[in-house]
């Protein structure tokens, strides 16, 4: 019996917040009409899915993957950014604060948001939890619908080749699919195979 398991992690689709460059993470934005627009059912037999509670992502699964009923893991939001939420880089860059959290981001905390820290532990438990369901369940393949920074962590913590948080480009709408060996998967190892998907169709082809 093949004993291997995928496991794919996908950016919700673009939203209108997303499209100005303004920092949206605990707070939501509507998907762009345009972005609607272009999606299209995804046909890979998944067996097993979960999405963070934020609207963009919930809808993006409903659009994608119809009557999928996904686990809902609060653990797998983005980044609480606290007081820059839904500002852009134009509106903050005078901020002391802001400037130092460019120098630090994994060090300095936004005002009333999250450490890198807490985020990170917090995602962390968030993909322990689908894990155990995922084994438990038997299952061989699952999608989670997440955020860039959720899948930027995971990646840098269990992809095949070592990279920085930063050096992962996650586009909105696109995906990474991981194998590994059921073993493997249990012991917390980074996976053997790692393939980019994509979630959404292009425009005019």
């Known amino acids: 019996m093949d004993d291997t398991v995928a496991i794919a992690l996908f950016r919700h689709g673009l939203t209108e917040d997303n499209k100005r460059h303004a920092y949206l993470g605990w707070t939501d934005s509507p998907l762009c009409l345009i972005e609607k627009e272009k999606m299209q059912a995804n046909d890979n037999e998944y067996e097993l899915f979960f999405s963070s509670d934020l609207n963009r992502c919930l809808e993006t699964m409903e659009i994608m993957f119809q009557a999928c009923n996904p686990l809902i893991l609060s653990e797998l939001r983005e980044l609480n950014f606290g007081q820059w939420e839904k500002k852009t880089y134009g509106e903050l860059k005078h901020d002391p604060e802001y400037q130092k959290w460019l120098g630090s981001p994994f060090t300095v905390k936004p005002p009333e948001g999250e450490s890198f820290f807490e985020f990170s532990t917090r995602v962390q438990a968030g993909w322990e939890k689908a894990i155990k369901k995922i084994i438990d369940s038997n299952v061989r393949k699952a999608a989670i619908m997440t955020h860039g920074g959720v899948i930027r962590h995971l990646l840098t913590k269990y992809a095949p080749e070592a990279k920085d948080f930063w050096e992962w480009k996650?586009?909105?709408?696109?995906?990474?699919?991981?194998?590994?060996?059921?073993?493997?998967?249990?012991?917390?190892?980074?996976?053997?195979?790692?393939?980019?998907?994509?979630?959404t169709a292009k425009l005019n082809g």
Not at 178 to 189: A, D, K, M, N, T
Request: glycine share 10%; charged share 25%; with cysteine.
């Open 170 to 199: 996650i586009p909105h709408g696109n995906g990474y699919e991981l194998i590994w060996s059921l073993e493997v998967l249990r012991e917390g190892e980074r996976c053997t195979l790692l393939q980019e998907v994509p979630l």
